[in-house]
């Protein structure tokens, strides 16, 4: 038998607190331990790598580095090493513009684009607003943001550029198709008519016109109050018209879709980690009798499909125009600890029919391909596309 050998008191208050300062240093300091000893009290290796590398390049690197610049680039990076379009990552002060985008009302420049290879394709230019009073038109390309190249950039990633505090200015590249030209704009909060609404008439038929710019919140609330609004005004059918709308919110999809289709499924989503889900029309639908067209073309995508593609399998109505986008994907937001988010596609969506429009992930697919082909020429004033969806609505009445 051995006896307990007992320490007096006065040496292990000193060996206590040398053996904590000593542990806290080899947390610090892991490369000194034993190797048996480092793979068993170093379990987060990846990010004791990641805090090594950032530090070794604040303390080393030639000239002085932002810590949080190089946070936000290696995230970004991250990202970007995912070869996915669709997937972004917003800085603190980037997501907060991406919120008020969502929101309806932001601070900017005023207008709408679309992504191409140069930069960004204006798609429209609101009224009353910095871009509209600086001379740019639906048409010109976005091509540098402050002297910083836009090709290669995301739409969000390029859009984040031109947004910031209202009274500061932005200096814009624009090709016309004669060269370039540098305009500078005073940024300025910017209401965003996310619906616009009127009665047309073809024939002797009255008809609803309805435009919905973006699935922002709440727009499902305003498409539904102008198209009562034109039905109680006379209107017989309605042309739903989703042209350049490059998608949103989800839910709001599944709300607008409502508003046609009474009941049943509207889409369906499953991912990786997301199980399947199925979202189904909320109720408070207008007439199955009227008559409805949805009007489209290449730059309808996401939440445009998601609505077009629904209201074509439930043969709720006619699609009239070009070829959707051809998105298959969503993505979901998921907060940081840093104020900035992940925009990251966590599944793909299915149509009531059970289509993906999508080419396989993350993929550009088919899209929708319209019932009614129609395309607006750009360069007469009349809108060719327009015209052939209230004369597919007038040929139903």
């Given at each position: ?347 793909e969506y299915f149509t009531p029919s059970g289509r993906n429009l999508g080419g396989g992930g993350v993929r550009k697919g088919a899209g929708i391909t319209p019932d009614v082909q129609a395309q607006d020429d750009p360069h007469t004033k009349p809108d060719e596309a327009l015209d052939k969806a209230l004369e597919t609505v007038a040929g139903k009445l």
């Open positions: 038998m051995r006896r307990r050998r007992r320490y007096p008191a006065s040496l292990l208050a000193v060996l206590i607190p040398l053996a904590l300062v000593l542990g806290i240093w080899l947390g610090g300091h892991p490369d000194r331990l034993p190797g048996f000893a480092r793979d068993t009290l170093v379990a987060d290796s990846d990010g004791r790598l990641y805090q090594e590398a950032i530090d070794t390049i604040e303390r080393d690197y030639y000239r002085p580095v932002n810590r949080k610049d190089l946070l936000n680039k290696s995230i970004g990076a991250a990202v970007e090493s995912l070869h996915d379009q669709f997937s972004n990552y917003f800085s603190p002060t980037a997501y907060t513009g991406f919120q008020e985008s969502t929101e309806g009302e932001f601070e900017g420049v005023g207008m709408t684009v679309t992504a191409v290879k140069q930069g960004l394709r204006i798609n429209q230019v609101y009224d009353n607003s910095p871009a509209k009073d600086g001379g740019l038109r639906a048409g010109d390309v976005i091509v540098k943001v402050d002297g910083r190249a836009l090709a290669g950039k995301t739409s969000d990633q390029a859009t984040a550029l031109i947004k910031g505090r209202a009274g500061t200015s932005v200096t814009l590249t624009i090709d016309s198709g004669k060269g370039t030209r540098d305009v500078r704009l005073k940024r300025a909060k910017v209401d965003v008519p996310v619906v616009e609404s009127k009665l047309e008439t073809k024939g002797s038929h009255k008809i609803a016109w309805v435009h919905l710019a973006s699935f922002t919140s709440g727009a499902h609330g305003e498409v539904g109050g102008a198209v009562r609004k034109e039905l109680g005004d006379g209107a017989q059918g309605v042309v739903l018209d989703l042209r350049d709308n490059g998608g949103g919110l989800l839910n709001e999809a599944v709300q607008i879709a409502s508003i046609f289709v009474p009941d049943g499924r509207v889409v369906s989503t499953k991912g990786r980690n997301r199980p399947e889900h199925v979202y189904n029309a909320t109720g408070g639908a207008i007439s199955g009798k009227v008559p409805v067209v949805v009007l489209v073309n290449q730059n309808s995508a996401s939440a445009s499909e998601i609505v077009t593609g629904a209201l074509q399998d439930r043969h709720r109505a006619t699609v009239v125009g070009t070829r959707t986008y051809g998105k298959g994907v969503f993505q979901e937001i998921e907060r940081l600890s840093n104020g900035g988010a992940l925009d990251i596609t966590v599944g």
